[in-house]
């Protein structure tokens, strides 16, 4: 990915976003600079109620605010889950500029800084501090598919692997599991714990992991977060790095699967014992 930056004075350095090519790692590192920002650890929560100064508008409407303290049943609520008061509070701040959350104002703006012109055009019909409009039209603007609905979301969780999904790296494979299960913790569909396992060792490389994969079905961890510190111990280990360094693209060791289908290491062991029982 490109690594120029916005020339911007922020100290963001979020990487400039030319096109679709550089879109996941672009979202990686935005990610990061709203965890600094304003504390998300999530972008695909972010909504309106969250960009909305509520000391502002407690004082901007206040007879509205304290109608809107409770539900229609007299119970306490959130005001913004009013959807008629967080539209007036919405409409009043995209209208007028003021009512955002103070980080908002540099957030929209770095943001816009380091899209290029193509992008920037694209998406020049979002309203000023609307942020989740902006996310949502970059993605569109740069063509970029992403899965939302909680069902498809769980059926790419399990059908994740290492070769495919991971590009034969075990860490970027953790890192797209753990995306996975964030996104469906965010929907209301958090993942078991024991299908997160299951889904771990089926993914990931079944001739190098072999013994470490049996251990795990023989003795079996009690957590995912167990299981991934295993592995990663295991990863670690000289003989375990060396093979998987030979995974990388371009090595003739590199072509191995990480699925059920035969591998040539483990068609060579059959091979061997066929012909010991054949003697």
């Not at 035969?262 to 060579?268: G, I, R």
């Amino acid at each position: 990915m490109s690594s120029s930056t916005s020339s911007s004075s922020l100290k963001t350095q979020l990487p400039k976003l030319n096109d679709a090519s550089e879109y996941t790692q672009w979202k990686m590192a935005l990610q990061t600079y709203f965890f600094k920002k304003f504390k998300n650890v999530n972008m695909d929560t972010i909504s309106d109620a969250i960009t909305l100064d509520k000391e502002f508008f407690k004082k901007e409407f206040k007879s509205e605010w304290k109608a809107a303290s409770k539900d229609a049943s007299g119970n306490e609520q959130d005001q913004f889950d009013d959807p008629g008061f967080l539209h007036k509070c919405s409409e009043h701040a995209y209208t007028t500029g003021a009512g955002f959350q103070t980080w908002l104002y540099d957030t929209f703006s770095d943001i816009r800084n380091v899209l290029c012109q193509e992008i920037n055009e694209k998406t020049a019909g979002v309203r000023l501090g609307d942020l989740k409009g902006l996310l949502d039209s970059i993605k569109l603007a740069v063509h970029h598919y992403e899965i939302f609905d909680p069902t498809d979301l769980e059926m790419k969780f399990s059908a994740a692997t290492m070769q495919v999904e991971g590009q034969q790296d075990i860490m970027k494979y953790l890192a797209v599991l753990h995306n996975y299960m964030n996104r469906l913790k965010s929907a209301s569909h958090p993942v078991p714990d024991t299908k997160a396992q299951r889904v771990l060792l089926r993914g990931i490389h079944q001739d190098i992991f072999e013994p470490f994969i049996r251990d795990a079905d023989r003795r079996p961890y009690t957590s995912f977060d167990d299981l991934k510190v295993a592995l990663l111990k295991e990863a670690a280990r000289a003989s375990v790095l060396t093979k998987l360094r030979d995974l990388k693209p371009g090595t003739a060791k590199g072509m191995y699967a990480t699925t059920t289908e035969p591998v040539p290491a483990l068609a060579t062991r059959l091979d061997r014992m066929e012909n010991i029982f054949a003697r």
